[in-house]
């Protein structure tokens, strides 16, 4: 029976405290499982235009991006979705107010404040420390454009990265955003920020499955998900086999089926091979 399998990247495919690329290992195995009828699905909270020609290189039977806001296979867009005009300026006015950074992330282009870019080129620099979430975003500030090149009438914005002075900030910023966005929180305060990403409501890398599911006609029953990080609680449960990277969030392993070892522990590869795929 051919199975279908949704891959996050960061701390996935990829584990930055650790590793400067894709393990060869995962490589390998990725490529076999495509050789054995298999389809490999990116699944990740990343923009289209912040995945590297590394990740696409590997071949992959579709993608999902955004966290669920952008669905395609072949370059054929399947689902599409952007937040209003009015929601990014609100977005806008709301973290300037409460001095919390952000980045506005699109299919095209990034826009980042100041704040932001400063504060993650620095802690890109030093890594260690980091979560999964805030290494992509690290790596997005690597090309992006400045806040004020944003034309919220004329780009499309997707979803939005912030990180936060405190606790405090984040609260004042649910009371005006919750009822637009589900908030995620990805840790507790490291190098002096909060991180976090604001999903359009009702948008998860769940309803990104069903849509490429029903792309190819496939079932729920045939999936696997690999995850490692709050955005990916939703594919987790959703999918027939839900699997936690051994680097990964402890909530995430708690709900996972399974947990696998780490990305630099050729995780990928094992578990392929753990359950028949390779």
């Known amino acids: 029976m051919k199975k279908i399998i949704f891959l996050d990247i960061d701390g ?3 584990d930055h405290d650790v590793l400067h690329g894709i393990p060869e290992s995962t490589k390998e195995a990725i490529a076999m499982a495509r050789e054995n009828g298999h389809k490999c699905i990116i699944c990740t909270g990343r923009v289209k235009s912040s995945v590297s020609h590394d990740v696409h290189d590997l071949g992959f039977d579709g993608a999902i991006y955004a966290a669920g806001c952008h669905v395609e296979v072949n370059d054929q867009k399947l689902f599409y979705t952007q937040l209003k005009p009015e929601i990014v300026r609100l977005v806008l006015d709301t973290l300037n107010q409460l001095g919390i950074g952000y980045s506005m992330e699109g299919e095209h282009k990034t826009f980042q404040d100041e704040l932001a870019h400063q504060r993650f ?3 890109f620099k030093e890594r260690e420390g980091m979560n999964s979430e805030m290494a992509r975003f690290a790596i997005s500030t690597m090309n992006f454009s400045s806040i004020s090149e944003l034309n919220p009438d004329l780009d499309p914005i997707n979803k939005c990265t912030f990180f936060a002075p405190d606790m405090a900030a984040i609260e004042k910023m649910e009371k005006v955003l919750s009822p637009y966005f589900k908030i995620l929180v990805h840790g507790e305060k490291r ?3 909060i991180n976090g990403e604001m999903i359009k409501l009702g948008i998860s890398k769940a309803s990104g499955m069903d849509v490429i599911l ?3 006609g496939l079932d729920l029953a045939d ?3 690999y995850g490692d990080s ?3 609680e939703e594919m987790i449960l959703h999918a027939k ?4 990277m051994g680097n990964g969030r402890e909530s995430i392993k708690q709900i996972a089926d399974d947990v696998c070892e780490r990305v630099d522990q050729d995780a990928i590869y094992k578990s392929f091979k753990k359950y028949g795929l390779i």
């Open 12 to 14: 996935t495919l990829i």
């Open 121 to 123: 080129l620095t802690m």
């Open 191 to 193: 190098m002096g920020l």
């Open 214 to 216: 029903e792309h190819y």
């Open 223 to 225: 999936t696997f998900a």
């Open 230 to 232: 709050l955005n990916d």
């Open 241 to 244: 086999v839900g699997i936690a």
